[in-house]
């Protein structure tokens, strides 16, 4: 899953594709269950470019999204918020929710 920050956010998101951001922060214990979940879905749904971002370390573009809790996951196309997730959730669960943009 490819690391972005403030600098690079908008640089690294495809304006044409879907976009999962995962934000997330090294001592949140939902953040650390979920990691892996999205690692085994990333080859899964090949459409959609998975990415995180570090709040502890890019508070700029948390704050622009709003981001009041981790993890938050936010769906992106044409950077825009067209779906956002917040709290663990199960790869059956994401699966479900991010078919309909695969």
Known sequence: ????NDENFYKEIDNEGINLIDF??????????L???LEE????????NFMKINIDENH??????GIMSIP?????????????LTGF?????LKEILKKYN
């Not at 997330?24 to 269950?33: L, S, T, Y």
């Not at 938050?72 to 956002?84: C, F, G, R």
């Open 35 to 37: 990691a892996p979940v």
């Open 72 to 84: 938050t996951l936010l769906i992106m196309k044409n950077n825009e918020v067209i779906e956002e």
């Open 60 to 65: 700029e573009i948390a704050a622009k999204h």
């Open 41 to 48: 879905l990333e080859p899964e749904l090949e459409n959609i």
């Open 1 to 4: 899953m490819k690391q972005i």
């Open 24 to 33: 997330w922060a090294p001592w949140c214990g939902p953040c650390k269950m």
């Open 89 to 93: 959730r199960s790869k059956e669960d």
